[in-house]
């Protein structure tokens, strides 16, 4: 009556059902959780200004950078890659981006912070091509 096919099929059906459901269930939780991450930056001190020997112009800031994102972590988050970038406008191009500093938060426990930091990677400004 109950071949050994039909109980395998009957198992497998099942099985892959409750993994289904179970797979919806966790794609659907993440969607509930509302992040609302907080970060402030502060621009403490304009260590040096300089002009580089090809005419460009390059700036040393300390910044305090401070930040709340804990409401990023979930089950579903393993770490956050964060960077500071600045963003601004010169005759010379509409959209200047240059990243200053990054980091990584391995852990919720990591992500609430503040930091007295340099920038971690040169601001040059374009002036020459
Ligand atoms: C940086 O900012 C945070 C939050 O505003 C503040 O608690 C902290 O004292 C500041 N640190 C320095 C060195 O200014």
């Known amino acids: ?56 112009d390059e700036v040393s800031l300390t910044m305090n950078i401070s930040a709340d994102l804990q409401s990023l972590f979930t089950w579903n988050t393993k770490q956050l890659f964060i960077f500071v970038a600045a963003e601004y406008e010169t005759p010379k191009n509409s959209l200047n981006q240059v990243s200053l500093w990054d980091a990584i938060i391995p852990a919720k426990e990591h992500a609430k912070f503040w930091i007295h930091t340099s920038n971690k990677y040169r601001f040059v400004d374009q002036v020459c091509a």
């Open 1 to 56: 009556m109950h071949s050994f096919g039909h109980r395998l099929n009957g198992l497998l059906t099942f099985s892959v059902t409750i993994l289904a459901i179970m797979c919806a269930i966790a794609s659907l939780s993440d969607n509930l959780n509302a992040p609302s991450p907080t970060a402030e930056i502060k621009i403490m001190n304009i260590n040096w200004f300089q002009k580089q020997p090809q005419g460009n």
